[in-house]
Every structure is written in structure tokens, then in C-alpha cells.
């Protein structure tokens, strides 16, 4: 004769186990950004005064067009899954090297004006542009 549970243990872990795999779903379901406080991976930190900002994500740097003044100081979140830099294209007036997934890091924008594009150098098709004034 087959060995048979009674019908509220099987339920009860019918229901233990959905309970599991919503939270281990919805635990996951944030793209690995961490929400806020994230490590750097510079020497000096990201701004803390809501500063300038380059977030990545999606493969794309947002915004891809930047305006700041010469000198600022520009963090540059990594809400992706993987690993991304920012480049200066030509010069390099600015290189962010690599940034992990969840982490950021700070670079100076050049001290002279103009029109500096960039790129991850990982993945060159990511371009983006910091316009210094």
C-alpha cells in the first residue's frame, strides 16, 4: 500500500514551497542595482550633494548628453548586471576604468570647455557626450 500524506501536510507545503519561490522572484527582480547606497570603486567617493550623475543601465548611459561646468566632479552609477566604463574617446581627459555591477565611481571633468564624447570600453557601442562649460 503507497504511503500517503494527510491532505493538510500536502497543502501546507504546497504552499510553503509558492511562498519560497514568489520571494526568491521578487528578491531577484530588481536587476542587481541595490537601490541607493552603493560601494566605490574610486579613491575619493561619489559626491554626496546629489552632485552631477551618469547612471548606467539597460546599456545606456543616462543621460547620454551631459552638461557640467569645468572641474565638476561626475559619478557614475552602475545599475546594470554587468561590468561598464566611461571613457573619454579622444585625449583621455577622463576614464572612470572598470565599474562592477551595483558599484560607482567619480571622475573631474576636463577644466577646459567643450565637447568631450564617450564611450564603455568594454562595450564600444555605449557612446555618450559630457559637454563642459
Given at each position: 500500500?503507497?504511503?500517503?500524506?494527510?491532505?493538510?501536510?500536502?497543502?501546507?507545503?504546497?504552499?510553503?514551497?509558492?511562498?519560497?519561490?514568489?520571494?526568491?522572484?521578487?528578491?531577484?527582480?530588481?536587476?542587481?542595482?541595490?537601490?541607493?547606497?552603493?560601494?566605490?570603486e574610486?579613491?575619493?567617493?561619489?559626491?554626496?550633494?546629489?552632485?552631477?550623475?551618469?547612471?548606467?543601465?539597460?546599456?545606456?548611459?543616462?543621460?547620454?548628453?551631459?552638461?557640467?561646468?569645468?572641474?565638476?566632479?561626475?559619478?557614475?552609477?552602475?545599475?546594470?548586471?554587468?561590468?561598464?566604463?566611461?571613457?573619454?574617446?579622444?585625449?583621455?581627459?577622463?576614464?572612470?576604468?572598470?565599474i562592477?555591477?551595483?558599484?560607482?565611481?567619480?571622475?573631474?571633468?576636463?577644466?577646459?570647455?567643450?565637447?568631450f564624447?564617450?564611450?564603455?570600453?568594454?562595450?564600444?557601442?555605449?557612446?555618450?557626450?559630457?559637454?563642459?562649460?
Open positions: 500500500m503507497p504511503f500517503r500524506f494527510p491532505s493538510g501536510t500536502v497543502r501546507l507545503g504546497v504552499v510553503t514551497a509558492c511562498a519560497l519561490a514568489l520571494t526568491t522572484l521578487l528578491g531577484c527582480s530588481n536587476g542587481g542595482g541595490g537601490g541607493g547606497d552603493t560601494a566605490t574610486s579613491a575619493t567617493g561619489p559626491s554626496t550633494g546629489g552632485g552631477t550623475r551618469i547612471t548606467i543601465q539597460d546599456f545606456k548611459f543616462q543621460p547620454a548628453s551631459l552638461t557640467v561646468s569645468a572641474g565638476a566632479e561626475v559619478t557614475v552609477v552602475n545599475k546594470d548586471t554587468t561590468t561598464h566604463t566611461v571613457t573619454a574617446s579622444k585625449g583621455g581627459s577622463f576614464d572612470t576604468g572598470d562592477a555591477p551595483g558599484k560607482s565611481a567619480t571622475f573631474t571633468a576636463p577644466s577646459k570647455p567643450g565637447d564624447p564617450y564611450t564603455c570600453t568594454i562595450h564600444p557601442f555605449m557612446k555618450g557626450t559630457l559637454t563642459v562649460e
